[in-house]
């Protein structure tokens, strides 16, 4: 059963608008979260994070945040460029489980110009 | 530069046969992982190790093994390849925190 879901497979967006990708998680114990960023034939590189204890964090363009109650993150991208053209992978980590991540299933995000 | 890489990067094989994929890390993480990345299930945990001599099952170990004889290297081995284990295979590293690091990936076809 996954425990953290990205629903939504793709997203299109016109290049200098706000991109915002979603990811819901079931497992109330997950206590660290992050999002990773793929190209095609390439490995994820990691994007940002966030801790259980902030509801966002802020990295350049790109910010997460994280609504405890709803057990939902997301990540806006703003303004988005034609590189950010990728998968985005959410994660998320238990402390208690030696720092395995569960990934969601990934949104491929394209930037139109 | 330390950097994490994985060969073959792509691997034809038939069912049945034996694969080893390699992976090799040198920034000295104890912690390393393998994942498979199949359409639709994002990234799976496969096995992981803490260390020389650890390794661990993941959530979907069945038909793979792993062994960590020094900190640099964890070689995943299909015992016996099946057509469902045509993926993409990812091998990560961590130097005992959250964040992973990740390889370019070995693209593995199972005919």
């Known amino acids: 059963d996954q425990q953290v879901k990205q629903n939504s497979p793709s997203l299109s967006v016109q290049e200098g608008r706000i991109s915002i990708l979603n990811c819901d998680y079931t497992?109330?114990?997950?206590?660290?979260f992050l999002w990773y960023k793929k190209y095609p034939a390439e490995g994820p590189t990691f994007l940002i994070s966030i801790s259980s204890i902030k509801d966002k964090n802020e990295d350049g363009r790109f910010t997460v945040f994280l609504n405890k109650s709803a057990k939902h993150l997301s990540l806006h991208i703003v303004p988005s460029q034609p590189g950010d053209s990728a998968v985005y992978f959410c994660?998320?980590?238990?402390?208690?489980?030696?720092?395995?991540?569960?990934f969601g299933a990934g949104t491929t995000v394209t930037v139109r110009a | 530069d330390a950097e994490i890489t994985q060969s073959p990067r792509h691997k034809i094989t038939e069912t049945g046969r034996q694969v080893t994929l390699a992976c090799h890390q040198t920034?000295?993480?104890?912690?390393m992982f393998w994942y498979r990345q199949d359409l639709g299930h994002g990234l799976r945990l496969i096995h992981y190790s803490y260390g020389v001599q650890d390794t661990n099952k993941g959530e979907v170990s069945d038909g793979y093994s792993v062994s960590r004889s020094n900190t640099e290297d964890l070689p995943l081995t299909l015992e016996s390849a099946a057509s469902s284990q045509t993926s993409v295979y990812f091998c990560?590293?961590?130097?005992?925190?959250?964040?992973?690091?990740f390889g370019p990936g070995t693209r593995l076809l199972v005919l």
């Open positions: 920034w000295n993480h104890n912690n």
């Open positions: 994660a998320a980590s238990d402390a208690s489980n030696d720092y395995k991540l569960s």
């Open positions: 990560a590293s961590s130097p005992g925190s959250e964040t992973q690091y």
């Open positions: 497992n109330s114990m997950f206590d660290y």
